[in-house]
Structures are given as structure tokens and as C-alpha cells.
């Protein structure tokens, strides 16, 4: 943190940082599924059926909320060390989102159901995430101005208008307790404030 005064422009400059944390909206699981088989179509054939498996189990979840996000089919002769003998392997990936505090059944069902997990994150909906940033921003202006009038106190001077503000860093850190379940999105700001004043 840095501060001082200039006696020459009048202003202050000090540094604030604030943070908020909440508890996670949703979750998002990534998974793959595989299929092999002597011909392409057969690949194909074999992964989608896995992935029409996994819908089939997830009956809680609604279909918008399960999404294939890539897809390839691949000769294993190209492959590093392909783990089938068949010719060709077929790749879907998912993604899957759900509530929270439902995420580890729905990895069980979905690794049941013949996927591979690749990821599990959990975050905010965008609304939310800019109504945390909107606090956060809030309090460190507010506490970035209370250090500039203690510095102009101590200067004999009152605090005036603001001068400038910039917002140095915007971090947005997933923190996780895995074994209570508690997982907050916390979103921080690093504000620097020039504040002009009075004598």
C-alpha cells in the first residue's frame, strides 16, 4: 500500500482493496465419453449412445443444461498409445450444470453412466458475479477515502473532490472446503484513488 501527500498538486493517493464472498450458484461438470469400433459411423455410434445413457440418468436435470461441447473421431493408428484395439475412437465431451449442493451425485451417475470427469467448477451467474463486483468496488472506495481523511487530518487539510480512480486488478478466486461442501466465489479489487484537497 502506498501513500503520500504533494504539497505542489494538493493530493493524496491512497490504495484500497475489499473483497465479497457468496455461496456458488451452480456447477459445472466436464466430462468425456469414448466409443470405439472398426469403422467411424460405429465410433460414433457407440459414444452417442453413451451420451444418451447419461441424459437418460440425469432425470433431475434439465436437457438445456447438458450440452455436448466438442466432438471427434480419430484413427487409433494416430493415437499416443490408444487404449482399444479398435480402429477408430469416437470423443464427446460434456458439459453438465446442476445445483451445488447436487454435484457430487450427479458426478457419481454420469462416471455410472460410462463418462470420464475432466472438471467440476462452481460459480455464479453473471448477474450475480457483477452485483459482487459492484460491492466490492463500493468498499474499497469507501475505504480508500476514509484513509485519505485521515491523511488530510493529519495535514491540517480537509479531504475535496475525487481526482482520479483506477481499478489496478479485478481477481476472481474460487475457494473450496471440499469436506463441508462450502465453496464461495470471491471477487477482489485493487483500487487506487487520487482524491483531491482542500486547504
Do not use: W
Amino acid at each position: 500500500m502506498t501513500e503520500h501527500t504533494t504539497t505542489t498538486d494538493r493530493t493524496i493517493t491512497t490504495n484500497a482493496t475489499a473483497s465479497c464472498e457468496t455461496a456458488p450458484e451452480l456447477a459445472r461438470i466436464a466430462g468425456t465419453v469414448t466409443g470405439d469400433g472398426d469403422t467411424a459411423t460405429v465410433a460414433r455410434s457407440t459414444a452417442r449412445d453413451r451420451v444418451s445413457t447419461i441424459r437418460d440418468s440425469l432425470t433431475d436435470i434439465s436437457a438445456v443444461r447438458i450440452q455436448i461441447v466438442n466432438r471427434r473421431i480419430e484413427h487409433t493408428s494416430e493415437m499416443f498409445e490408444p487404449e482399444t484395439d479398435a480402429q477408430y475412437q469416437a470423443t464427446e465431451r460434456l458439459q453438465i450444470e446442476c445445483a451445488p449442493e447436487t454435484a457430487a451425485d450427479v458426478v457419481v451417475e454420469v462416471t455410472d453412466a460410462g463418462s470420464t470427469i475432466q472438471s467440476v467448477e462452481f460459480g455464479l451467474q453473471e448477474k450475480s458475479r457483477r452485483e459482487l463486483r459492484n460491492d466490492a468496488l463500493a468498499e474499497a472506495m469507501n475505504r480508500a477515502r476514509k484513509r485519505a481523511e485521515s491523511i488530510a487530518a493529519a495535514e491540517g487539510v480537509a479531504v475535496g473532490s475525487i481526482r482520479d480512480v483506477t481499478t489496478d486488478t479485478i481477481r476472481v478466486r474460487l475457494r473450496s472446503e471440499i469436506d463441508r461442501r462450502q465453496r464461495f466465489d470471491e471477487v477482489i479489487f485493487r483500487n487506487r484513488v487520487e482524491r483531491g484537497c482542500a486547504t
